[in-house]
Structure formats: structure tokens, C-alpha cells
């Protein structure tokens, strides 16, 4: 029988076969650094998961409305206007992680054949969730001399009649870099004059640096507010990847689109999570702080030994906890024989040789970079970098 043609347009994982190979490393007892990190590499503070054993104990395990629960709602919306942004609990839904979210922000807003606006690099799931709401993801690409931000020419030359939104990253994943608020204002100009969504990604707006201040482009005006669908979560904040909670913000209209689309879909978020998740942005942020601290550290760090270095560079990242190693200088050289012809060649062989783990470019739609996560000890950076560069002194 014929399988859905849709399901099986849906790319792998470019990293599938690096995480595997990995993983099975260091079930043979092999001392592998893994750069591969998404989350950070901290507990979740003990108030939150305080909150989630009172939940446990009052019975808080019954079904919640299918958006999330009033209570977590007001937490959002509270939170959003420290940032100046101003909601009601019926234009925020509750969804599964903010990676659910973004799927219910596409089944809610595409057609098929509407166009989305991709900048890359990007996070690798972005085309694969627009894939799956019919939609086609049209790439614009941002250089890293330009601290990988994207000019508003380039923007608006990918434009069409068919474009239903653009995706705003900021902090990037995978760059480590924050628009400016030339850059942000330049976007949402765009979108007003054609007429397109916003879909503004803000998961790691807590994690900046170097006395920068995150700004949502949803703050900007009053029509960037009304195009804008703000998604976030609590994951990377608040070290909660495993909790599962994420959120959008947008018009009420949209919201209830996402809200009904959920219902059917998976219902409610976990309760005990979203009772957690009120705990989290309603208590204090002390470890938040101290988790932001050490990864400027770290990132400082990495950036200062990838300076030293030969054959490689960085640009500096400003937020997240990323760094977009640039490879390019390498591309052509050989190992054994074998050439070096892009990202994958060189995570393979560096895994295969030094037993490091890096996350090849390609996945990102930038095959001139592997990205290193410093979501791991200052100790792996360290011999993990060591590592690559007595790799690339391998290299012919």
C-alpha cells in the first residue's frame, strides 16, 4: 500500500548517523566529547520541581483545558510584559515544548503552496514543520560577516505572492547571534508592506550576553504585534527540556485556531508540567542567573581557544549557547586519502579519528560550519578543542 506521500518528503536528520555513531562509542567504553548538546547541562531548579511533587501530592493529575491551564496563562502573560509585551490569557496556548508550538503555528496559518521566508542558517526543523503544514520553505541566506543577520534586500527579494510568513530566530539557534533592532525593524517594515506573518522565535531570549538586552519584534509597533506569533518555553530558561512545556502569544483569533487544532491533536500538556511551569516564571531566578553566567564563561572561553587556532575562526556569539565553527579553510584538504568536501566529511572523520562530536553545517543549510554546543563543562571544551585541533594537524 502507498504510504503518505507527504510523511515520506520529510527529510532525516542529517546528525542521525553522527549521534549514533557517538552513542555507540561510548557504549564500547570510548572517552567521547560531545558538542552536540541542545539543552543546557544544568538541573532544573528545586523550587520547580518542588512545585511539580505539591502537584503530585493535591492531585493535579486530571485533564486541563486542551490549551493549558488559566493559571499558567496569567504566569505568561506576566512574564511577556516585563518585556513590554502586553497579552491575555486567551491569545496564549500551552502546547508540548515550543517545538509543538511551532507545528500548531504552521497547521494554523498555511495553505498549501504558501511560502515561508527560511534565513540560514536555520534550525534544522524549521523546513520540516513547514513541509508538513503544505507550506514551502524559501531560503534567504545570512552572512557571517554581517554576524549572520539578514539584509532587509535579501529579504524582500525572496518575497512573492505566495509568501505567508518569515521566521524571525533571535537568539539563533544555531548562530548564537541577536538582531539588532535595525535588522527587526527592517523585517517587520517588509511585513507590513506585503502583508505576511511573523513567527518569532524567542526560545533562548534569556540567554544573552555582553550587557544585551533581548528585544521581541513584537515590542517594535502596533502592527509588528499584530502580524507577530511569539513562540517560546521554558526549556532552555529554566533548564525544563524534559517537561515539555511551550507556548505561543498571538492574536485571539489565531490562538483559538491553534487552541482547537491542539484539542484534536494531543489535548493538554502535562498538568503536573504546566503547575511547574507556573513555579518557573513566577519564582526566583537565581539559578536562571548563575546558569546564564557560566555559559558566558564557557562561551568566552571557546571563543578564545577557537582564536588560537589554525585552519579554523568563529564569530563571537551574543546569545544562546552555540558557536558556529567555520570550516571552510579545511574543505579540499585530505585524511588518509579522502577529501574533506564539506561539514558531514569532517564530522565523520572527526568523530572516527578524535572522538569528538560535532553537528555538521549541512543540517543548518551551512555547509561551511559544524556547530560546538557550550552546554558542556568547561573541562570537555577544553579537550574537545584540543582534539580538533590536533585533527586538523592530521589534515593534508
Same mark, same amino acid.
Given at each position: 500500500?502507498?504510504?503518505?506521500?507527504?510523511?515520506?518528503?520529510?527529510?532525516?536528520?542529517?546528525?542521525?548517523?553522527?549521534?549514533?555513531?557517538?552513542?555507540?562509542?561510548?557504549?564500547?567504553?570510548?572517552?567521547?566529547?560531545?558538542?552536540?548538546?541542545?539543552?543546557?547541562?544544568?538541573?532544573?531548579?528545586?523550587?520547580?520541581?518542588?512545585?511539580? #511533587?505539591?502537584?503530585?501530592?493535591?492531585?493535579?493529575?486530571?485533564?486541563?483545558?486542551?490549551?493549558?491551564? #488559566?493559571?499558567?496563562?496569567?504566569?505568561?502573560?506576566?512574564?511577556? /510584559?516585563?518585556?513590554?509585551?502586553?497579552?491575555?490569557?486567551?491569545?496564549?496556548?500551552?502546547?508540548?515544548?515550543?517545538?509543538?508550538?511551532?507545528?500548531?503555528?504552521?497547521?494554523?496559518?498555511?495553505?498549501?503552496?504558501?511560502?515561508?521566508?527560511?534565513?540560514?542558517?536555520?534550525?534544522?526543523?524549521?523546513?520540516?514543520?513547514?513541509?508538513?503544514?503544505?507550506?514551502?520553505?524559501?531560503?534567504?541566506?545570512?552572512?557571517?560577516?554581517?554576524?549572520?543577520?539578514?539584509?532587509?534586500?535579501?529579504?524582500?527579494?525572496? #518575497?512573492?505572492?505566495?509568501?505567508?510568513?518569515?521566521? #524571525?530566530?533571535?537568539?539563533?539557534?544555531?548562530?548564537?547571534?541577536?538582531?539588532?533592532?535595525?535588522?527587526?525593524?527592517?523585517?517587520?517594515?517588509?511585513?507590513?508592506?506585503?502583508?505576511?506573518?511573523?513567527?518569532?522565535?524567542?526560545?533562548?531570549?534569556?540567554?544573552?550576553?555582553?550587557?544585551?538586552?533581548?528585544?521581541?519584534?513584537?515590542?517594535?509597533?502596533?502592527?509588528?504585534?499584530?502580524?507577530?506569533?511569539?513562540?517560546?518555553?521554558?526549556?532552555?530558561?529554566?533548564?525544563?527540556?524534559?517537561?515539555?512545556?511551550?507556548?505561543?502569544?498571538?492574536?485571539?483569533?489565531?490562538? /483559538?485556531?491553534?487552541?482547537?487544532?491542539?484539542?484534536?491533536?494531543?489535548?493538554?500538556?502535562?498538568?503536573?508540567?504546566?503547575?511547574?511551569?507556573?513555579?518557573?516564571?513566577?519564582?526566583?531566578?537565581?539559578?536562571?542567573?548563575?546558569?546564564?553566567?557560566?555559559?558566558?564563561?564557557?562561551?568566552?572561553?571557546?571563543?578564545?581557544?577557537?582564536?588560537?587556532?589554525?585552519?579554523?575562526?568563529?564569530?563571537?556569539?551574543?546569545?544562546?549557547?552555540?558557536?558556529?565553527?567555520?570550516?571552510?579553510?579545511?574543505?579540499?584538504?585530505?585524511?588518509?586519502?579522502?577529501?574533506?568536501?564539506?561539514?558531514?566529511?569532517?564530522?565523520? /572523520?572527526?568523530?572516527?579519528?578524535?572522538?569528538?562530536?560535532?553537528?555538521?553545517?549541512?543540517?543548518?543549510?551551512?555547509?561551511?560550519?559544524?556547530?560546538?554546543?557550550?552546554?558542556?563543562?568547561?573541562?570537555?571544551?577544553?579537550?574537545?578543542?584540543?582534539?580538533?585541533?590536533?585533527?586538523?594537524?592530521?589534515?593534508?
Amino acid at each position: 500500500m502507498q504510504l503518505s506521500e507527504k510523511a515520506l518528503a520529510i527529510s532525516p536528520s542529517l546528525t542521525l548517523k553522527i549521534t549514533a555513531m557517538a552513542k555507540d562509542m561510548k557504549k564500547r567504553g570510548l572517552d567521547v566529547v560531545g558538542f552536540g548538546a541542545g539543552e543546557p547541562d544544568f538541573d532544573t531548579p528545586k523550587h520547580i520541581k518542588d512545585a511539580a #511533587v505539591e502537584a503530585l501530592k493535591i492531585g493535579l493529575t486530571k485533564y486541563t483545558p486542551a490549551s493549558g491551564t #488559566v493559571e499558567l496563562k496569567k504566569a505568561v502573560c506576566a512574564d511577556l /510584559k516585563k518585556h513590554g509585551l502586553q497579552y491575555d490569557p486567551t491569545q496564549i496556548v500551552i502546547s508540548n515544548g515550543a517545538k509543538h508550538s511551532l507545528f500548531n503555528v504552521f497547521q494554523a496559518i498555511l495553505n498549501p503552496g504558501d511560502e515561508v521566508i527560511v534565513i540560514t542558517p536555520y534550525w534544522l526543523t524549521y523546513p520540516e514543520l513547514i513541509k508538513m503544514a503544505d507550506g514551502v520553505p524559501v531560503y534567504v541566506g545570512a552572512q557571517e560577516c554581517n554576524n549572520f543577520e539578514p539584509l532587509a534586500e535579501d529579504i524582500e527579494a525572496a #518575497v512573492t505572492k505566495k509568501t505567508k510568513a518569515i521566521i #524571525v530566530n533571535n537568539p539563533s539557534n544555531p548562530c548564537g547571534c541577536i538582531y539588532s533592532q535595525k535588522t527587526l525593524e527592517g523585517i517587520a517594515e517588509i511585513a507590513k508592506k506585503h502583508d505576511f506573518f511573523i513567527v518569532s522565535d524567542e526560545i533562548y531570549d534569556e540567554l544573552v550576553y555582553d550587557g544585551n538586552k533581548h528585544t521581541s519584534i513584537a515590542a517594535l509597533s502596533e502592527d509588528a504585534y499584530g502580524r507577530t506569533i511569539l513562540v517560546n518555553g521554558l526549556s532552555k530558561t529554566y533548564a525544563m527540556t524534559g517537561w515539555r512545556i511551550g507556548y505561543t502569544a498571538s492574536r485571539a483569533d489565531i490562538a /483559538k485556531i491553534m487552541g482547537s487544532y491542539q484539542s484534536h491533536a494531543t489535548s493538554n500538556p502535562c498538568s503536573i508540567a504546566q503547575f511547574a511551569g507556573i513555579a518557573a516564571l513566577t519564582g526566583p531566578r537565581d539559578e536562571v542567573v548563575a546558569m546564564r553566567e557560566e555559559f558566558d564563561a564557557r562561551r568566552k572561553m571557546m571563543v578564545d581557544i577557537i582564536g588560537k587556532m589554525d585552519g579554523v575562526s568563529c564569530a563571537t556569539p551574543m546569545g544562546a549557547f552555540y558557536v558556529m565553527l567555520n570550516i571552510s579553510a579545511l574543505k579540499g584538504r585530505k585524511l588518509d586519502g579522502a577529501e574533506i568536501k564539506g561539514s558531514v566529511d569532517f564530522a565523520e /572523520k572527526l568523530l572516527e579519528k578524535k572522538l569528538t562530536a560535532v553537528i555538521p553545517g549541512a543540517a543548518f543549510g551551512a555547509d561551511d560550519f559544524v556547530r560546538l554546543s557550550y552546554a558542556i563543562s568547561r573541562e570537555n571544551i577544553e579537550k574537545g578543542l584540543g582534539r580538533i585541533a590536533e585533527f586538523i594537524a592530521m589534515l593534508d
